[in-house]
């Protein structure tokens, strides 16, 4: 009952601040007037101007912009989420929080809880993402014994450390140029020719598997590999969203079709450096 007076109380002081925006304006007002622009609101996502606080999901935030965000519960399993299991799975879960952050206009929480409940066993551990965010977090997830096995994917370690753009050398934020290495204003040197051989190569790919498209690699991913063409196991594996995975599948096919050969699925990737 309490939720809904709420609800109607904001109606009304929107429609009261509606109405005086337009008469100040020299605009006519009416009801016809208050709805469409209540339509506009509703189809821009946009919350009521009025005081107060928004619960958002970080999907239904992208667009929108407060004074103050804080962002809650970015613990491991929460942020990147327990389902996030391939490399492009946990970057795309680092681009969600990435919308959260730059939500905020002039201040920003970030919060997390080590426990379930007050008292409660302290099992939790901070997102990942927040390594080099939050004050003594460089370097504390690598250092702690245990925390991360051996072997740990090398896009993983990379993705800790900041990401400069090869042409220019400034520090990359968006994740589509953290992929290639460079500002999107940057001049390019793709291959279009490996590019669109790559392209049909992972149609043939995602067709035989019946997955989509951007599960075999991104289009960002590609465009890397276009400009790069690697010629070693190696030089493939430093490209953003090609993780161990992708190369113990891909890894011969990509490497032959940069060579200007055809694709041999059959053959793992050979051990060069």
């Known amino acids: 009952m309490r939720e809904r007076w709420e609800s109607l109380s904001a109606l009304v002081r929107l429609a009261e601040e509606f109405e005086a925006a337009r008469r100040a304006a020299g605009m006519p007002t009416g009801l016809a007037d208050y709805v469409t622009e209540l339509d506009a609101r509703a189809a821009a996502q946009h919350a009521p101007a009025v005081e107060g606080v928004t619960l958002a999901s970080l999907h239904s935030a992208k667009g929108l912009e407060w004074d103050a965000v ?25 681009r969600l929080l990435y919308v959260g952050v730059t939500r905020a206009r002039a201040h920003l929480g970030l919060s997390w809880a080590l426990a379930r409940s ?55 934020t968006e994740a589509v140029e953290c992929k290639l290495r460079r500002c999107e204003s940057c001049p390019s040197e793709l291959d279009e ?26 289009d960002a991913t590609l465009v890397a590999i276009a400009e790069d063409a690697p010629g070693s196991i190696g030089g493939l594996s430093k490209i953003a969203g090609v993780g161990r995975a992708k190369l113990d599948k891909y890894g011969a096919a990509v490497l032959s079709l940069c060579s200007g050969g055809s694709p041999d699925t059959e053959s793992g990737p050979e051990s060069t450096a």
Do not use: H, N
């Not at 613990?75 to 490399?87: H, L, N, R, S």
């Not at 790559?198 to 043939?204: F, H, I, P, T």
């Open 70 to 94: 804080f962002l809650v519960g970015l613990t491991e399993g929460m942020v990147p989420i327990t389902y996030a299991k391939t490399d492009e799975q946990v970057e795309e879960e680092r």
């Open 118 to 172: 007050p008292g409660g066993r302290a099992g939790r551990q901070p997102s990942r993402f927040l390594d080099g965010l939050r004050p003594g977090s460089s370097g504390s997830r690598v250092a702690r014994a245990g925390a991360r096995p051996a072997g740990a994917d090398a896009a993983q370690r990379r993705s800790r450390s900041p990401v400069k753009c090869r042409v220019c050398g400034r520090v990359l």
């Open 193 to 218: 020719a490996l590019y669109r051989r790559l392209r049909d190569w992972r149609a043939e790919q995602a067709r035989a598997q019946g997955l989509p498209a951007y599960c075999v690699f991104t």
